[in-house]
């Protein structure tokens, strides 16, 4: 049997899944992923996320605003996002954090967001799903702040250093690693650091459609990623870890429901292919 996965960072509402998204899900199922979580990265983007949740099974989603349109984090935006973790399938807050690689908003403006964020994570008790570029001098000691109110949380796409690594393990953070670490040019340090992530704080992620993972093989014929290419981020980790790929395909997707409280139907009995029903046509 294909070893369960859970995708808990996927863009599946980003307009180039809009043509072929069924399609999409089903390739996944058929690889093994059993949940996704959609990213909500803008308070449209997150009511979008939740109507791709209603529409088709096993999906949730988060609700934030990145700290790239932190600058468009008004009152009335925020207020929105709280009105969205109202709703059962939000299981997160964010995205939310610092990117000072870009600074496509102000930094005030950008720790301003985040300091709201955490402040519903704690409000609500939904674990906070985190961004942090070029950032960690400011984005710690804010999280820290937070921490002992927070039900917990992961530092998604982590590309950082062994210091921030640790830093985030001594808040008992998760991590989640993408296909970052399949490039061999950017991701060649994570080698090493993903063994010293505790197995209990190990996430998988695609980040797709972005960071498609470079040692594919045969090569997609277009860049797009998708969440059935998990499980290339599975075997480099797994590899890097010297493990075997299904316990790390348990222990990430335990993880993952430990986290954010998911609730994936007959986990470790039934045949995946056969988990989820068919999902009605895609009207987007």
């Not at 690594?165 to 808040?171: A, P, Q």
């Not at 998760?174 to 704080?201: F, M, Q």
Request: with cysteine; net charge negative.
């Amino acid at each position: 049997m294909t070893n369960p996965l859970i995708d808990i960072g996927a863009n599946l509402g980003h307009e180039s899944f809009a043509s072929d998204l069924p399609d999409v899900l089903q390739r996944a199922r058929d690889a093994g992923l059993v949940h996704h979580l959609v990213t909500g990265t803008t308070l449209a983007a997150s009511e979008h996320a939740l109507d791709i949740c209603n529409r088709y099974p096993d999906l949730s989603c988060t609700a934030g605003i990145h700290p790239h349109e932190a600058a468009t984090a008004s009152a009335e935006v925020l207020s929105g996002i709280r009105a969205l973790l109202n709703q059962p399938l939000v299981k997160a807050v964010g995205e939310t954090g610092l990117d000072f690689n870009r600074d496509f908003s102000p930094r005030p403006a950008q720790e301003k967001s985040f300091n709201e964020h955490l402040a519903m994570a704690v409000e609500t008790g939904k674990p906070v799903f985190l961004h942090q570029r070029d950032a960690h001098e400011r984005f710690l000691p804010i999280l820290k702040e937070h921490r002992d109110s927070l039900s917990g949380g992961v530092v998604h796409c982590f590309t950082d250093s062994r210091e921030a690594l640790f830093d985030y393990l001594d808040l008992d953070m998760y991590i989640g690693i993408t296909g970052w670490i399949c490039d061999e040019r950017r991701g060649k340090h994570l080698h090493e650091l993903v063994a010293s992530i505790p197995a209990n704080r190990l996430l998988l992620e695609t980040d797709a459609p972005y960071l498609l993972p470079r040692s594919l093989r045969p090569k997609p014929k277009t860049r797009r990623n998708e969440p059935a290419w998990l499980t290339e981020v599975l075997a480099t980790v797994a590899r890097c870890c010297e493990r075997p790929a299904a316990d790390i395909a348990a222990d990430t997707t335990a993880n993952a429901v430990r986290l954010f409280g998911l609730d994936v139907v007959n986990l470790e009995t039934t045949n995946l292919k056969t988990v989820n029903p068919e999902p009605v046509t895609d009207t987007l």
